[in-house]
């Protein structure tokens, strides 16, 4: 199974930061990485696909790079409704691994 | 409107079963796989199980596998997981949600849209 390491597992900043999520794979999985985002109580819902492509409807301050085994989300301006958790997920492979997840808190 | 929305959960004794279900619209239920993810109070999100469009083709988790069973009717647009065996650490919020096929350099594969979640609670 491919195993998927986030980090920081949590964060504090305050709002109009830039802040930077990483997630990293345990082998390459090419650019077949999701992150999603959840807010509290609610589903998690995609956020960005094939490491760096914004879903419909997605603000473009978020966006995600990367490729093989090493990825990032960045928000270049946080906004309130941005302090919610983000998970990466692989779909290289079955099982479809997530990431332990990063809360991004106020500062 | 793509949507999925389940049903099914609630308060089960150890070792008892449980069908969970997911009713879909908006999208030609047959030619997607769907796939079942849970989350434990307080903790991350975890994969359980996929199912192919077909129905012919189904993985599982290891910590379900021989317990639980996923299935489809695709004539009623609805995803099925049977749930044996229950163990205490079963106890999570379960969605489904559609397998979406997406480009992006190639063909991605994403969880999209999601339900909003169906509580089992495992205890005695």
């Known amino acids: 199974d491919i195993q998927m390491t986030q980090s920081p597992s949590s964060l504090s900043a305050s709002v109009g930061d830039r802040v930077t999520i990483t997630c990293r794979a345990s082998q390459s999985i090419s650019n077949y990485l999701n992150w999603y985002q959840q807010k509290p109580g609610k589903a998690p819902e995609l956020l960005i696909y094939g490491a760096s492509s914004l879903q419909s409807g997605v603000p473009s301050r978020f966006s995600g790079s990367g490729s093989g085994t090493d990825f990032t989300l960045t928000i270049s301006s946080l906004q309130p409704e941005d302090f919610v958790t983000y998970y990466c997920?692989?779909?290289?492979?079955?099982?479809?691994?997530f990431g332990q997840g990063t809360k991004v808190e106020i500062k | 409107e793509v949507q999925v929305v389940e049903s099914g959960g609630g308060l089960v004794q150890p070792g008892g079963s449980l069908r969970l279900s997911c009713a879909a619209s908006g999208f030609t239920f047959s030619s997607y796989a769907m796939t079942w993810v849970r989350q434990a109070p307080g903790k991350g999100l975890e994969w359980v199980s996929t199912i192919g469009g077909s129905g012919s083709s189904a993985y599982y988790a290891d910590s379900v596998k021989g317990r639980f069973t996923v299935s489809r009717d695709n004539s009623k647009n609805t995803l099925y997981l049977q749930m044996n065996s229950l163990r205490a650490e079963d106890t999570a919020v379960y969605y489904c949600?559609?397998?979406?096929?997406?480009?992006?350099?190639?063909?991605?594969?994403?969880?999209?849209?999601w339900g909003q979640g169906t509580l089992v609670t495992v205890s005695s």
């Open positions: 949600a559609k397998e979406a096929k997406l480009y992006s350099s190639g063909w991605i594969w994403g969880f999209d849209p």
């Open positions: 997920q692989q779909s290289y492979s079955t099982p479809r691994t």
